[in-house]
Nanobody
Framework: QVHVVESGGGLVHPGESLRLSCAAK????????IGWYRQAPGKQREKVAA????????YMTSSAKGRFTVSRAANKTAVYLQMNNLQPEDTAVYYC????????????????WGQGTQVTVSS
């Protein structure tokens, strides 16, 4: 069973930063490609950013360009969404959708959603 876990959310003031992490809870799995999404109250879930297997960024929503970056940990255990200059409109539950790789046989076993982490930006 794969459990994808996001962490790093919280309550910040406008202009501050947060770094979200997405990782597989079980050590035999690794996040391969990933999409970061968010859902604000009363709104549909939207895609924020995406990272390919080769660590190239394949997508960044226009409102996040210049403020958010997506990257992989050096030891490959997690993928990050660094969010700078946060604004109230960034308030949402942030989710990762991770393509999971089994380390032992290098096989991709599927895409999994995490449970989400709340980001609140308020003065």
């Amino acid at each position: 069973q794969v459990h994808v876990v996001e962490s790093g959310g919280g309550l910040v003031h406008p202009g501050e930063s947060l770094r979200l992490s997405c990782a597989a809870k079980e050590s035999i799995f690794r996040v391969n490609a990933i999409g970061w999404y968010r859902q604000a109250p009363g709104k549909q879930r939207e895609k924020v950013a995406a990272l390919n297997v080769d660590d190239t960024v394949s997508y960044m929503t226009s409102s996040a360009k210049g403020r958010f970056t997506v990257s992989r940990a050096a030891n490959k255990t997690a993928v990050y969404l660094q969010m700078n200059n946060l604004q109230p409109e960034d308030t949402a539950v942030y989710y990762c959708n991770a393509e999971i790789l089994m380390i032992t046989n290098q096989a991709v076993i599927g895409d999994y959603w995490g449970q989400g982490t709340q980001v609140t930006v308020s003065s």
